[in-house]
């Protein structure tokens, strides 16, 4: 009976996932703001297809670079927090025994049955570890993230955003491209939405209309801000 009501979590610390469901979005907004504010100063097919291209690859590369150093930042901060630890361990395991036992006293057990728990989690260094790491880092040792998986899982998923957007310039041109860059654009911000719906299980309605929103907006803005520039220049 016990093991029916078991549940699994999905890894949130890890990176990759995150990366990929946020690139997708960035790269959707981005790229469909740029092309349009692109569009709304000149409808030249030529102008608007780099300026989508470019956007595509430095808005990729930029994500893949940022993500790969901020995971692989973290990773070498708790890594470094972790040998400190180690060596605290090894070198004076009384004091981090009282202190893992002052940890649960403080979440609610008597210190006599704190400090038995303390005492068999620190018989094994490497469960003492992990436990230390958990309860005063916040980290799980065995989820740091991979730095060059989120940064290609980044890099992918930016693209395919970025190219929904610049699929109607790439085979059309004129207003005709610039209806579909935008209706293509906010209905794949309705797709992120309904997937990030499904996998923070919250509303899909709340979270297909806050992306339409963002994607929306930004399209709006950067058409009139095109215009705007593109008819001083004229």
Not at 35 to 40: Q, V, W
Not at 98 to 110: F, N, S, T
Not at 201 to 216: N, P
């Amino acid at each position: 009976m016990a093991a029916s009501m078991v549940h699994r979590h999905r890894d949130v610390q890890g990176g990759t996932a995150r990366a990929a469901v946020f690139g997708i979005s960035d790269g959707l907004v981005s790229n469909v703001a740029l092309i349009l504010g692109i569009a709304g100063a000149s409808t030249d097919p030529s102008f608007v297809r780099l300026a989508g291209v470019s956007g595509l690859l430095a808005g990729a590369i930029s994500m893949a670079a940022g993500e790969y150093v901020s995971l692989k930042a973290q990773a070498e901060l708790v890594e470094r927090e972790l040998e400190i630890e180690r060596i605290s361990i090894a070198e004076n395991p009384e004091a981090e025994e009282a202190e893992l036992a002052a940890i649960y006293v403080e979440r609610g057990l008597d210190p006599e049955q704190a400090g038995r728990v303390a005492a068999e989690l620190m018989s094994d260094p490497e469960v003492a570890l992990e436990v230390h790491a958990r309860e005063e880092l916040g980290v799980d040792p065995s989820q740091l993230g991979n730095p060059v998986a989120a940064a290609t899982a980044s890099f992918l998923a930016f693209a395919v955003g970025a190219f929904v957007p610049l699929v109607p310039w790439l085979v059309g041109s004129g207003t005709g491209a610039v209806w579909a860059s935008a209706v293509s654009g906010v209905g794949a911000a309705a797709l992120v939405g309904g997937l990030l719906a499904r996998l923070t299980e919250r509303s899909v309605v709340r979270m297909v209309v806050r992306q339409l929103l963002v994607a929306g907006g930004a399209c709006m803005a950067t058409y009139a801000i095109g215009g705007v520039l593109g008819a001083s220049v004229a």
